[in-house]
């Protein structure tokens, strides 16, 4: 008894000293890579600025103030070293305003992105496994959705059903699923015929126990590259619908909204519309950094993606 | 050959038929499209009335074939707004939008295709890393900030282009450079991958070894094979401009389908945003009927499945 807890101990301490340095390999090798150190920051950034917002924002993002309204930011003339970034036509800080931005980006891309992620995954594993009539009918769906200029249908049910937060997510959404769903399945016809299924198969497991305790492991590194390259995409989405005044709607700072303000007063304030576009290109381009290096590490045969 | 046309066309006529649900049903999502389509201060009795008028309270399955049937002759209804037929609306902005996504695709593959072929040749030179970190900067910018921006920098500061409206060359020009942005960002780094992919193939070795100059083992060997796929995406990328236009066409003040489509959805001008749809919707996959079918034709490896 004595010697196999002994061993017991032996092993699982053998087991974390592995883990831990595989955990080094990887961070090692991520920080080889200087365009996913700067995608790593820029999201971390992202999302410590939309957690402690309230914590960090110099001001309050939604509290007017006339007098102060068009300041330019630091370095210009007139420009007030308290809004290091300028106010909008409203004397709203733009700093604050950005760093509340990110919730709603945040909550919006990730929710959407986990919505058609978990959508398109089981369609593809159903489709792909079971074949047949399943599988025509929502390859063909995803055919039709294709079609659609996304944007164009998206603000045509956003304007129908009500710009609020559920919808919004549910839209976006539900126009993501086809990626995961075309992946999911071409994987899931590969990997159906292999002999570890046929071996599961053979002792009597169900399909469903094949399907997500078999099948759904060995997918799951082509679905995380996609969720990182598709949150890039939806952040972008969320500050488009949000520019059409479709998104969430004022007084709740949004990038997109904040760039349609900007857009008005372009001509005498640039800073307006200068900034949160380039908040939004920042965190976009982090993430796709940090997608590509994720690509190359964990699916190098998603290039086209 | 003729076998995969028809399959081909069969499948297209699906499409098609899916598009027209989803147009007829963007109008139903909340159940009541009367109360959606009339004015805000209607009276319920005026609201019953229209419904009966509009044939609202018949089975959905007889509304829909009655669209459908709309659909095949061209007719949409009336436009609300201008009681003109929602579809000759949709067509006389037609040229507009194709003028635009034509010229942007072209600007993006005149510039893409060269930095995608100098950047795979010379691999890891400084023009490889300045053509991909450009790419990839295009890739994470905005439509609606890089319209912005062009406009701040070119209409208002430099005064060198006209920051809205369409007539002269000079007006296209902004508005197709945004549009193109992201699809010419896109087919570069899809070019330098596709060319590299072609350089280290055997027969690229053969035409070295008998001597060819480098420009034509280049231009005649390699050039046209690693074209085949960036060919193919040039249909998928009309998808991408199509759906681009909408806003790119909102910021420039262009008068294309696109506008015309998101002024109809804040007018709740319905007839009118369910012709745009369509229309725009077909377009792409009538064009990318074409374009697999010529695929066909350029790469003879394809599999007629």
Known sequence: MDFLEKAAKTLDFVGEERRVTRGQKVLRKLLENKGAVFGLIMVLGVIFSAVLAP?????????????????????????????????????????SRLIYGARISIVVSVSAVAFSAVLGTIIGLFSGFYGGKIDSVFMRLADVQLAFPFILLAIAIIAVLG????????????????????????????????????????????????????LLPNVVPP??????????????????????????????????????????????????????????????L?????????????DPRLTQL | MKSYILKRLFHCIFVLIGIS??????????????????????TPEQVAQFRKEMGFTDPLLVQYWR???????????????????????????????????????IIAMIIAVPVGIISAIRRNSILDHIGMTGALLGQSTPVFWLGIMLILVFSVTFQWFPSSGRGTLQHLILPAVTLGMFSMARTAR???????????????????????????????????????????????????????????????????????AVQAIYNRDYPVVQAAVFLLASIFVLVNLVVDILYTYLDPRVKLG
């Open chain 1, 286 to 298: 982090g993430i796709n950094l940090l997608g590509n290096w994720l690509r190359d590490m964990l």
């Open chain 1, 55 to 95: 914590l960090i924002s110099p001001h309050d993002p939604i509290l007017q103030d006339v007098e102060k309204r068009l300041l330019p930011p630091l370095g210009q003339a007139g420009a007030n070293p308290d809004y290091l970034l300028g106010t909008d036509h409203l004397g709203r800080d733009i700093v």
């Open chain 2, 21 to 42: 649900v989803v147009v007829f049903i963007i109008l139903h999502l909340t159940g009541d499209p009367a109360a959606l389509l009339m004015p805000m201060d209607a």
């Open chain 2, 67 to 105: 669209f459908f049937q709309g659909t095949l002759h061209g007719d949409f209804g009336l436009s609300f707004r201008h009681s003109q037929p929602a579809l000759d609306l949709v067509l006389e902005r037609m040229p507009a939008t194709i003028q635009l996504t034509i010229t942007a695709m």
């Open chain 1, 163 to 214: 710009p609020n937060l559920q919808n919004i997510i549910i839209v976006m959404g539900i126009t993501g699923w086809v990626i995961y769903a075309r992946v999911v399945r071409a994987e899931v016809l590969s990997l159906r015929e292999k002999e570890y299924v046929m071996a599961v198969r053979a002792l009597g497991g169900s399909n469903g126990r094949i399907i997500f305790n078999h």
């Open chain 1, 223 to 284: 679905i995380i590259v996609i969720i990182t390259l598709e949150m890039a995409r939806m952040i972008i989405m969320e500050a488009a619908l949000s520019f059409l005044g479709l998104g969430i709607q004022p007084p709740t700072p949004t990038w997109g909204g904040m760039l349609a303000d900007g857009r008005v007063y372009l001509i005498t304030s640039w800073w307006l519309a200068t900034f949160p576009g380039l908040v939004i290109m920042l965190v976009v």
């Open chain 2, 190 to 260: 899809m070019m330098r991958s596709s060319m590299l992919e072609v350089l280290g193939q055997e027969y690229m070795k053969t035409a070295r070894a008998k001597g060819l100059s480098p420009r034509k083992v280049i231009l005649k060997h390699a050039l046209k094979n690693a074209l085949i796929p960036v060919v193919t995406i040039v249909g998928m990328e009309l998808g991408t401009l199509l759906g681009g236009a909408v806003i790119t066409e909102t910021i420039f003040a262009w008068p294309g389908v696109g506008r015309l």
